[in-house]
C-alpha cells in the first residue's frame, strides 16, 4: 500500500482540493509514470504526483469532450527534455488501458514538463518558459539563414542545448566568467549580429539580468550553423 503526501498544490487548488477531484485511477497513473522517472533519472521529486495526476485527468476530459489542444513547442520539448518525453509516453499506454483514451503527442509534451519538474528545481512554467525562448531563438537564426534547420542534425542538438542552458542561466541570473564577446564579435560578427537580435527582439529574454551580455558569445558560435 502506497501513502500520498498531501503536501503539493497546482495552479487549479491544493492538493486536498485536487484530491476530492482525482479518480484514483489517475493517481496511479501518475505515480506510475514518476517510478518510470526514478528508473530512469535516480530520484524524483513525489510533490508533483497531484499536479501531474491533475493534469492526466484533465487531458482526459479534453480528450473525451473532444477539445483539442494544441502545443506548439512539442518538437523543441522532444529535443530538449528527450529522456523526460521518453518517460511520459507511458502515459499514452496507461490511459488507453484505463479510459480507453489515446494521448496525442501534444498532450505527452505537456506531461514531459511535468517529469522535468520533478527531477529538477524548476516549476512546469519554468520549463515552459524555457522551450519559448528555445523555439524564439530557432526562429531568429532560421528567418537569418534564409532557410529551416534540420532537426534531426547533431548541430541542431547541440545547439538547442546551448540556448536551453543559456535560457536557464539568465532566468537564475547566473554570469559565465569566460567572455568571448570581443573575439567572437570580430571573427563572426554576421553571427554576433544574430545574437544581439535574440536579446533584443522578442519576449523570450524579458526576463534576463544584467550581465547578460557576457554570455552572448558563446550562443553567437552556434549561431554560425548553417545547415
Known amino acids: 500500500c502506497r501513502i500520498y503526501s498531501l503536501s503539493s498544490d497546482s495552479e487549479r487548488g491544493s492538493a486536498r482540493e485536487l484530491l476530492r477531484e482525482i479518480e484514483p485511477k489517475y493517481l496511479e497513473i501518475a505515480d506510475a509514470i514518476l517510478d518510470s522517472a526514478k528508473q ?10 497531484f499536479p501531474l495526476a491533475d493534469h492526466i485527468a484533465f487531458a482526459a476530459r ?5 477539445e483539442q489542444i494544441s502545443n506548439p513547442l512539442n518538437q523543441d520539448i522532444q529535443v530538449l527534455f528527450y529522456k523526460e518525453y521518453k518517460v511520459a509516453t507511458l502515459a499514452r499506454k496507461l ?7 489515446l494521448l496525442d503527442e501534444d498532450e505527452i509534451g505537456y ?44 548541430s ?6 546551448h540556448i536551453k542552458y543559456m535560457a536557464a542561466r539568465a532566468m537564475t541570473g547566473e554570469v559565465l566568467k569566460l567572455d568571448l564577446n570581443e573575439y567572437m564579435e570580430q571573427k563572426f560578427p554576421a553571427s554576433f549580429q544574430i545574437d ?5 527582439s522578442g519576449t523570450a529574454f ?22
Not at 490511459?95 to 483514451?101: P, Q, T, V
Not at 534576463?208 to 557576457?214: A, F, L, P, S
Open 156 to 161: 541542431y542538438n547541440r545547439m538547442m542545448n
Open 206 to 227: 524579458k526576463y534576463q539580468t544584467g550581465g547578460y551580455r557576457d554570455r552572448l558569445s558563446c550562443h553567437a558560435y552556434r549561431a554560425r550553423l548553417r545547415g
Open 95 to 101: 490511459l488507453e488501458e484505463a479510459d480507453g483514451i
Open 196 to 200: 544581439n537580435r535574440m536579446q533584443t
Open 111 to 154: 506531461i514531459a514538463l511535468h517529469v522535468h519538474s520533478s527531477i529538477c528545481d524548476e516549476k512546469v512554467s519554468g520549463a515552459m518558459q524555457i522551450a519559448a525562448a528555445v523555439r524564439e531563438c530557432i526562429s531568429l537564426i532560421e528567418a537569418d539563414v534564409g532557410k529551416n534547420i534540420d532537426v534531426q542534425t547533431i
Open 62 to 66: 479534453r480528450i473525451r469532450n473532444g
Open 40 to 49: 530512469e533519472f535516480g530520484k524524483v521529486d513525489r510533490g508533483i504526483l
